[in-house]
């Protein structure tokens, strides 16, 4: 006998709240280091598990804050699946940054922030992200690419994250852009 779910729930409005939210979804998990691909997966994922759980619908911001931790949560469990793991702290940064920085309608900016700042990054930090973000490798694998380490990759990733969260808060205080109240 096989378990079937849950139906999703149909007493809020599903297809308005994924349009409202889903760009945002899927640029959070990208800036919290899933490949485009995991993103489009985990995205999908999270608007599911929320049609499955009681939500109801409020402000626009706790509606984001409530899916950022939604697609957080996909995120870790896709990563557990994949034998990696992420800091929890480094989690709740992120997140502390992202719900600082990026409030409605800004996550645009943000990301061209943040791209901006990728590129003053030199060698084989420059290396070392691309291959972890964009290319998806674990710390084992870039430590055997990179003839480092695997606790000198976590310093590097560690230091790189440090100094693309220093550079786009410099790039955010030299606009005058002030995160929200």
């Known amino acids: ?6 139906p999703p729930r149909t007493d809020f409005d599903l297809a ?5 939210h889903q760009a945002d979804v899927w640029r959070y998990l990208r800036y919290l280091g899933a490949a485009a691909a995991d993103a489009d997966d985990l995205t999908q994922e999270t608007f599911l598990a929320v049609a499955r759980t009681p939500f109801e619908v409020r402000s626009r911001a706790a509606s ?3 899916l950022r931790t939604a697609a957080r949560n996909q995120l870790l469990m896709l990563r557990r ?3 990696r793991q992420i800091e929890t702290v480094t989690l709740a940064a992120a997140e502390s940054v992202w719900a600082a920085h990026c409030p409605e309608g800004r996550g645009d900016e943000f990301l061209d922030l943040l791209s901006a700042c990728r590129e003053g990054l030199a060698g084989r ?3 070392a992200v691309d291959l972890f973000y ?3 490798l674990s710390r084992d694998e870039l430590a055997v690419r990179l003839d480092m380490t ?3 990759v976590k310093t590097l990733l560690r230091r790189a994250r440090a100094t693309l969260r220093d550079c786009i808060e410099r790039k955010l205080a030299a606009g005058n ?4 109240e």
Do not use: F, I
């Open 1 to 6: 006998m096989t378990a079937v779910s849950d």
């Open 16 to 20: 308005a709240l994924v349009h409202e």
């Open 64 to 66: 984001a804050a409530y």
């Open 81 to 83: 699946k994949q034998g």
């Open 125 to 127: 930090t420059r290396a």
């Open 134 to 136: 964009q290319d998806n």
């Open 150 to 152: 695997a606790e000198g």
């Open 177 to 180: 852009r002030q995160p929200p």
